[in-house]
Nanobody, 122 residues
Framework: QVQLVESGGGLVQAGGSLRLSCAASGRTGSPYATGWFRQAPGKEREFVAAISWNGGRTYYADSVKGRFTISRDNAKNTVLLQMNSLKPEDTAVYYC???????????????WGQGTQVTVSS
């Protein structure tokens, strides 16, 4: 089992930045990919970014490409999501997830955090 805890969410004005953190505990010795997803009110959960176990591969949704950066520090069992140039449409609950495959497909992830709220005001 892997437990995930997100932090770093909050309220920010449009154009601002936030950095989300996903801290893993439990069976972190096994390699796992990590993805970030988000869900806005009344909308389905959507893919944001993903990173492979060694950080060699990263994927981004088109809507965040060039603004968000995913990275990881395996020594600290942490994955970061740096979010710049935030827009009101980025407002959502952000979730991190862990699984065997680096993918945009949420169904491939076995473990999920509880989420952290990001609100971008216009």
């Amino acid at each position: 089992q892997v437990q995930l805890v997100e932090s770093g969410g909050g309220l920010v004005q449009a154009g601002g930045s936030l950095r989300l953190s996903c801290a893993a505990s439990g069976r972190t010795g096994s390699p796992y990919a990590t993805g970030w997803f988000r869900q806005a009110p009344g909308k389905e959960r959507e893919f944001v970014a993903a990173i492979s176990w060694n950080g060699g591969r990263t994927y981004y949704a088109d809507s965040v490409k060039g603004r968000f950066t995913i990275s990881r520090d395996n020594a600290k069992n942490t994955v970061l999501l740096q979010m710049n140039s935030l827009k009101p449409e980025d407002t959502a609950v952000y979730y991190c997830a862990a699984g065997a495959t680096t993918t945009y497909n949420s169904g491939a992830y076995n473990y999920w955090g509880q989420g952290t709220q990001v609100t971008v005001s216009s």
